[in-house]
């Protein structure tokens, strides 16, 4: 966090605040006298009304149907809901066939679970069953500063928080993001990213002529708050699918300097580094998942997917290259550096995910595969390092690389599998799901991420061990999966045509219904909450179409 500085005042013209001030100060004193009246025969009316009795005024009765945050087609949920359908697909019965109990279990549970976890993400942040520590074997934090950060925290839901932007306004906002970053609250992070960028230019920190007469300090303090603001926002906007805040094309200010003092110097230099990650992951997000993106040329979009690529990698060797052992708590710094490859992947996995376009054959690119694959193995490797570490240690890394990227490798790995009938695709999920098992208690980001993946890994096992794939797609040597063509066009997805036992499974979708979605998803590349959004699934699932 940067250090303390003099608050800045804010300077505005007075021509600018001319006012009648009598005359507003009577119109303040007659809306207040107004309010006073109001609320006192409100509360009347309050008193007056017994229990039992009927008013004479019918209160609007609330909405059951919360309308649902939106999340674009780079996310993570985004994906979960595209392995999901494809789950179901596999196993829709249609009229005269059904499954049996296992199988219907299974598919229930993964339908209930994720279900259940949407739902919980729309109410208010919990922490249960967290490892508890023992005050005895740990110093406490002193009380000033403990003070210090519950009053910043408190302070964000205050209107004097908005009012006048101040750097130190800006710093509660960025304590208030990682806070709701640690508790997997990214609706909230995003919210209070919205009003940080908001004061960031306000106050102008994204220009460096706002920060030539400051004394250097001052000049650094506000440097080193604007990129980690700018390194949050760029990871979040391609996790949720949402354009980012922080616009390169206008942005100049100048990056800080590295600390000469060996404990922090290597601290920053990988904050440095995060930040040109952070900048192509913003570049994913506006070359391949937006708009405007979408209407690309082909040669365009494989440009891109190339440049971002290598330059991808570029950045992780240049983060491996740093000499972290004198640093300041270096054991986390290790820790960061061992799990590089897990967040390269991850990302990675985004990017070659968006070689699939409505006019290519291709689904899932054996690039995007191998990347998934990758991922998944990255991280297995990374838990085996924080594995027997202290719990505080395996926190760290559950929020600070494990929920980092979107967990997209695992979705891609399950939809291949449930496709191809792969034995080691398989093994690769039930492992890792096996590790997500070993840490699903110590946040509830982690316990999200295991519900999840957990229910689709066995949703695999039941079609894996089928042999029942689905027809209309075809695997290349190479990995890749393509959709055969025809003289009409791509060939249409369909559930393979095999006796499944009566009356066992009571499915909501029909055959026609999924493979509807599966043409729109695979076929098509179709945005899944459009999809969503569509009539056919609506009527499918039975919910209210969203706004």
Avoid at 50 to 73: D, I, K, N, W, Y
């Amino acid at each position: 966090m940067s250090r303390a500085i003099s608050k800045p005042a804010l300077k505005v013209p007075l021509h600018a605040l001319e006012v009648d001030y009598d005359s507003s100060e009577q119109r303040l004193e007659a809306l207040q006298e107004q309010l006073a009246v109001i609320n006192q025969t409100l509360a009347q009316i309050t008193q007056s009304a017994a229990p039992g009795t009927t008013g004479l005024v019918s209160v609007p009765e609330s909405s059951t149907h919360a309308t649902l945050p939106f999340e674009g087609q780079s996310s993570f949920h985004h994906e979960t809901l595209l392995a999901k359908d494809a789950a179901l697909s596999a196993i829709a019965t249609s009229h005269n066939s059904g499954l049996n109990d296992h199988v219907s279990a299974v598919l229930s549970s993964l339908k209930n679970s994720l279900a259940e976890e949407h739902l919980s993400n729309n109410g208010q942040p919990t922490e249960t069953n967290l490892p508890s520590s023992s005050p005895d074997s740990k110093s406490l934090l002193p009380v000033d500063l403990v003070v210090a950060v519950v009053r910043a925290v408190k302070g964000l839901n205050s209107y004097e928080l908005m009012a006048d932007p101040t750097i130190e306004k800006i710093q509660a906002l960025l304590i208030g993001i990682i806070k709701a970053q640690e508790e997997f609250d990214i609706q909230r992070c995003w919210t209070y990213l919205s009003l940080a960028f908001n004061m960031c230019q306000t106050v102008g920190l994204h220009r460096s002529s706002t920060t030539k007469g400051d004394p250097s300090t001052l000049a650094e303090t506000k440097r080193h708050v604007f990129w980690l603001l700018y390194t949050i926002d760029k990871n979040i906007s391609l996790n949720l699918g949402f354009t980012s805040h922080f616009q390169d094309h206008d942005i100049d200010t100048d990056l800080f300097t590295p600390s000469d003092h060996h404990q922090y110097r290597s601290w920053d230099l990988m904050t440095l580094v995060t930040a040109e990650f952070a900048t192509i992951q913003g570049k994913v997000y506006d070359e391949l998942y937006s708009i405007s993106a979408s209407r690309a040329s082909d040669e365009k979009r494989l440009n891109a997917i190339e440049k971002l690529s290598v330059d991808l990698i570029a950045v992780r060797d240049k983060l491996l290259a740093i000499d972290v052992s004198a640093g300041l708590y270096a054991d986390s710094l290790h820790g960061m550096a061992a799990c590089a490859d897990f967040i390269t992947y991850s990302v990675l996995t985004v990017i070659y995910r968006a070689e699939t376009r409505p006019c290519n054959a291709m689904a899932i690119s054996s690039r995007c595969y191998e990347a998934a694959t990758l991922a998944l193995h990255s991280h297995l490797k990374c838990f085996t390092y924080f594995r027997g570490r202290q719990t505080h240690k395996q926190i760290e890394y559950v929020h600070w690389i494990l929920l980092y990227p979107s967990f997209a490798p695992f979705v891609i790995v399950f939809t291949h599998a449930i496709t191809t009938a792969s034995s080691a695709d398989l093994s690769l999920l039930q492992e890792t799901v096996k590790s997500l098992d070993l840490i699903k208690g110590l946040s509830r980001g982690s316990r999200h991420l295991y519900t999840i993946c957990e229910a689709f890994a066995r949703a695999a096992q039941v079609l894996v061990e089928s042999q029942q794939t689905l027809m209309g797609l075809e695997q290349h040597q190479d990995g890749s999966l393509v959709i055969p063509s025809t003289i009409d066009g791509p060939a249409n997805i369909s559930l393979p045509n095999v006796p499944w036992p009566e009356d066992t499974f009571d499915s909501t979708m029909s055959q026609e219904d999924i493979s509807m979605f599966l043409n729109d998803f695979i076929g098509a590349n179709r945005s899944v909450m459009d999809i969503l959004n569509s009539n056919y699934m609506n009527d499918t699932l039975g919910e209210q179409p969203r706004t």
